[in-house]
T-cell receptor
Framework: QKEVEQNSGPLSVPEGAIASLNCTYSDRGSQSFFWYRQYSGKSPELIMSIYSNGDKEDGRFTAQLNKASQYVSLLIRDSQPSDSATYLCAVNRASGTYKYIFGTGTRLKVLA | DAGVIQSPRHEVTEMGQEVTLRCKPISGHDYLFWYRQTMMRGLELLIYFNNNVPIDDSGMPEDRFSAKMPNASFSTLKIQPSEPRDSAVYFC????????????FGEGSWLTVV
């Protein structure tokens, strides 16, 4: 079992729809959770971080964390073609360290 | 502000040659990371430094890989000798060590070993 698992996709959604990206992790003691966006040929850039159970909203993005079920998700409302990218889930296993474990990413395609 | 600067951006080398990748972190950032990204394995942490000191190198694949950080503004990742399976994108990243441990990536060095 991989430590951080994501469906590789591609996930295709029409423009204006809600895109839902999911990530599961194996270490129950994980502390911090991050979503990165990576455009083809570019470096990852941080979209959101979440540390507590529940939802965290930032503009069109909502991160959801459920530690009991060991999953974290990212919702993108009103999806735009410019959101087409690979979304990487990252998990920090221990507070105070930088041992991020990244998933292999989900490729999102927003169709105009 | 300048971001994380990496060089070279692209390198093609022959098997057995030495490869040196360079990184300049964001000024004032205390943490520096080297990652490798491949299609099969995704983004893997190779090593990270805090205040120029290596903290965790458990991700370094084997003795052919070495990393140094002689000062706060410069780091190198060296592969000697290089092999085709080392072909990947190597990212350097840095972090100020606060604000939720956010890390900032450079543009990457695309390495091809033939």
């Amino acid at each position: 079992q991989k430590e951080v698992e994501q469906n590789s996709g591609p996930l295709s959604v029409p423009e204006g729809a809600i895109a839902s990206l999911n990530c599961t992790y194996s270490d129950r003691g994980s502390q911090s959770f991050f979503w990165y966006r990576q455009y083809s040929g570019k470096s990852p850039e941080l979209i959101m971080s979440i540390y507590s159970n529940g939802d965290k909203e930032d503009g069109r993005f909502t991160a959801q964390l459920n530690k009991a079920s060991q999953y974290v998700s990212l919702l993108i409302r009103d999806s735009q073609p410019s959101d087409s990218a690979t979304y990487l889930c990252a998990v920090n296993r221990a507070s105070g360290t930088y041992k991020y474990i990244f998933g292999t990413g989900t490729r999102l395609k927003v169709l105009a | 502000d300048a971001g994380v600067i990496q060089s070279p951006r692209h390198e093609v080398t022959e098997m057995g040659q030495e490869v040196t990748l360079r990184c300049k972190p964001i000024s004032g950032h205390d943490y520096l990371f080297w990652y490798r990204q491949t299609m099969m394995r995704g983004l893997e942490l190779l090593i990270y430094f805090n205040n120029n000191v290596p903290i965790d190198d458990s991700g370094m694949p084997e003795d052919r890989f070495s990393a140094k950080m002689p000062n706060a503004s410069f780091s190198t990742l060296k592969i000697q000798p290089s092999e085709p399976r080392d072909s990947a994108v190597y990212f350097c990243a840095s972090s100020p060590g606060y604000s939720g441990n956010t890390i900032y990536f450079g543009e990457g060095s695309w390495l091809t070993v033939v």
